[in-house]
């Protein structure tokens, strides 16, 4: 079955960190550009970060940049994106998806451009 799955999510206070996981399943992770979303509520899916195929690249919406790091392991067909200082508007549901492509391109941080497997998502709250 080819799937997604993050993991990793949780209740952190500010300042503190977390590393989300995405395992493939079905599928070569490192065979696409793979991007990390959040949700909060009330509000649409937003670009985090994307790296493309073999890490070719990465890519960091401004206002993770130099907080979150998206990284592999593929040795067991995962990502991660660790993330540092995290802030209450970090709050939100995280999705990772496979792009279909090997690149993130420009429009990397669209959730409706190009993506074309989700997970199911983790949730990160971050409260005092």
């Known amino acids: 079955q080819v799937q997604l799955v993050e993991s990793g999510g949780g209740l952190v206070q500010p300042g503190g960190s977390l590393r989300l996981s995405c395992a493939a399943s079905?599928?070569?992770?490192?065979?696409?550009?793979i991007g990390w979303f959040r949700q909060a509520p009330g509000k649409e899916r937003e670009g985090v970060s994307c790296i493309d195929r073999r890490g070719g690249g990465t890519y960091y919406a401004d206002s993770v940049k130099g907080r979150f790091t998206f990284s592999r392991d593929n040795a067991r067909n995962t990502k991660y994106l660790q993330m540092n200082s995290l802030r209450p508007e970090d709050t939100a549901v995280y999705y990772c998806?496979?792009?279909?492509?090997?690149?993130?391109?420009?429009?990397?941080?669209?959730?409706?451009?190009?993506?074309?497997?989700w997970g199911q998502g983790t949730q990160v709250t971050v409260s005092s």
């Open positions: 998806a496979r792009r279909g492509s090997i690149f993130c391109g420009t429009r990397w941080y669209s959730a409706a451009h190009g993506y074309n497997l």
């Open positions: 079905g599928f070569t992770l490192d065979s696409s550009a």
